[in-house]
């Protein structure tokens, strides 16, 4: 291969796009990130497709993610990069901000977005998200990935994509997710919902709304071994009945963070996305559906890569059983599938956290030859 180039932000405008409930995204776009050849920047502007002779990597971000997968302030920023595992040397390394987002892409923040009476976002799902990324593909003339792999919401986003194009997914390493959203999900989801319902800026400015979402999603994405070491009881500032206690500290700075980077109606739309994740359910496509019913789930029956599926053993948001489940059914059709833990007091955010074991399972998760 060539030299590597520096990583870079482009812009796609892409066909539109009929919605899984039924609304219509006319005016589709998304913001995409790569890294990967010196020549690849040059073709993107160009509107070329991008060199068949790299191996593309797709990685898919989580909730409140952006396109930004590597680099300064990537979100993979140690996994990332010349000499790391997933290295631009090697492969060309691709992310796009999920439809439904604020970064970029088509979403509730876009006056053109459609939405429901009331004026809360269009309902989205998986298979939505999953169709605009292969869209995208489309449109930079990727036709296979080596590796499709993301965390959470991307793990679901994922298993779609390789689902709608088996042909076209190598490897298959989704992170802390599942084949379906548990009741569990989407009841914690509701919850963050009504938060949100009971701002009385709703549904166009939910400031406070988003602020005590998000404390409450962090208490799902972490777990009390961790908190207990890094927060315990600690009191902020000596014993005193309005002292508050520095988790309390913790979770207000969490949800200001948010407020001051994303968009309410974009967590409402994504949530959406969330809750009605079921690969058992075929999406609306042109094909004759029937004939692709092989097993007890739709999208698993047709999932067609090498699976490495990542638990970790502390999430209590994706129970690890998830990921287990998911790769007896795919090796009960016969597919090459494992399943891996990831060991950590953090919880459910680990795979942002312990970049020694997520690099050890990424280069796993790659084909031979493009491991480090």
């Known amino acids: 291969m060539g030299n590597v180039g520096a990583p870079f932000l482009f812009d796609l405008a892409l066909p539109g796009l009929t919605l899984e409930a039924g609304s219509r995204l006319e005016h589709h776009h998304v913001r995409g990130w790569c890294w990967g050849q010196e020549t690849d920047a040059a073709a993107v502007r160009a509107r070329r497709p991008l060199s ?4 593309t990597v797709l990685i898919v971000h989580a909730l409140t993610g952006d396109a930004r997968a590597g680099g300064p302030e990537g979100w993979w920023e140690p996994l990332i990069g010349p ?44 298979w939505d998200q999953a169709r605009s990324l292969l869209l995208a593909l489309d449109a930079l003339g990727v036709r296979e990935l080596a590796l499709c792999t993301g965390g959470s919401l991307g793990a679901m986003v994922a298993l779609c994509v390789a689902a709608l194009a088996p042909g076209r997914v190598e490897r298959l390493a989704p992170i802390a997710g599942a084949a379906q959203a548990s009741s569990w999900v989407v009841g914690f989801n509701h919850v963050a919902r009504e938060v949100l319902r009971m701002d009385p800026g709703f549904p166009r400015d939910v400031r406070r709304g988003l602020d005590v979402a998000r404390q409450l999603a962090m208490l799902t994405y972490r777990a009390e071994p961790a908190l207990e070491v890094q927060q315990g009881r600690q009191l902020l500032d000596g014993w005193g009945p309005e002292q508050p206690y520095r988790v309390q500290t913790y979770l207000k700075h969490q949800g200001e963070k948010l407020v001051r980077r994303f968009d309410g109606r974009s967590y409402l739309a994504l949530l959406d996305a969330m809750d009605h994740h079921d690969l058992s359910r075929p999406p609306p496509l042109p094909e004759p559906q029937e004939s692709w019913r092989h097993g007890p789930s739709w999208g698993l029956s047709r999932i067609q890569a090498d699976v490495l599926a990542v638990g970790i053993d502390t999430d209590v948001l994706f129970l690890p059983h998830h990921m287990a489940r998911l790769v007896d059914e795919l ?24 970049w020694d074991q ?3 399972l990424l280069s796993r998760s790659l084909p031979p030859g493009l491991r480090s």
């Not at 494992?338 to 919880?347: M, Q």
């Open 358 to 360: 997520m690099a050890a």
């Open 52 to 55: 068949p002779t790299v191996p």
């Open 331 to 354: 090796r009960g059709q016969g597919r090459s599938a494992e399943v891996a833990h990831l060991t950590s007091p953090h919880g459910h955010d680990a795979f942002l956290i312990e």
């Open 83 to 126: 000499g790391r595992v997933l290295d631009p040397q090697r492969m060309r390394l691709l992310c796009f901000n999920l439809l439904g987002s604020c970064y970029g892409s088509s979403g509730p923040v876009d006056a053109d977005f459609p939405s429901r009476p009331g004026g809360t976002p269009a309902t989205l799902t998986t």
